[in-house]
């Protein structure tokens, strides 16, 4: 996957910027509880047609220096460095995934959850 290799290197230059898709798996919705909670930092959150997704989330992304592409079946993003995080998030149901659940789940990544989802 796109995302572990982006983590490897990102890791090996010391920078911390985490891409992170609220994709179509289902089960990997809600976070596990250590993340579970508002993000600390700056959080800034867009919700906009799921049509409009693919394009937005590579905009944030090339916005964060994050070396990945979006693909055009998903619910949400974000993208986190420092103490900020930005999430892009469908605004209506999409796939069963509310807007509210979408963000719950990006928050979750802004918080450190990887984006391989782990327990």
């Not at 693909?71 to 974000?78: K, T």
């Not at 995080?85 to 149901?93: K, L, M, P, Q, S």
């Amino acid at each position: 996957m796109r995302v572990a290799g982006f983590l490897v290197l990102s890791s090996m230059l010391g920078i911390f910027v985490q891409p992170a898709f609220a994709g179509p798996r289902d089960g990997e919705w809600i976070p596990p509880a250590r993340y579970d909670h508002p993000y600390p930092g700056r959080l800034t959150i867009h919700k906009i047609p799921q049509l409009q997704l693919k394009a937005a989330c590579n905009a944030l992304f090339a916005r964060h220096d994050v070396p990945d592409k979006a693909i055009g079946d998903m619910r949400g993003c974000s993208a986190q460095r420092a103490n900020r995080c930005e999430i892009i998030a469908v605004d209506r149901t999409y796939k069963g995934a509310t807007p509210e659940a979408v963000v719950r789940h990006e928050t979750g990544h802004c918080n450190g959850w990887p984006s391989n989802h782990p327990p």
